[in-house]
């Protein structure tokens, strides 16, 4: 799969969903290399609905989850703060 083919996957299916469940669902679904598109998708979907919009289901199942959201806390604080 192509980044071009892709990209249009995982955004055509982050703009027809109504929810970050629906969108990541969708972009999975569309089979072929169904985890890049999700994950792209997944990056779309939760910089728009953010972190609460996913599933407790989806969560309790990674590890070190925890340490996942502080390390991203940590870089938007970077981020917002004027770095990279």
């Known amino acids: 799969l192509d980044a071009v083919l892709c990209s249009h996957a995982a955004l055509h299916s982050f703009m027809q969903a109504k929810s970050a469940e629906m ?3 969708s972009a999975v679904n569309l089979g072929g290399d169904a ?3 999700g994950a792209c998708c997944g990056a ?3 910089a728009n ?9 989806w969560k309790a199942g990674l590890e070190r989850y925890d340490e996942l959201v502080q390390l991203a806390e940590r870089l ?4 917002k703060d004027g770095g990279f």
């Open 23 to 25: 969108a990541i669902l």
């Open 44 to 46: 779309l979907a939760g």
């Open 49 to 57: 609905w953010g972190l609460a919009a996913l599933p407790d289901r």
């Open 35 to 37: 985890d890049t598109v």
């Open 76 to 79: 938007w604080k970077i981020r």
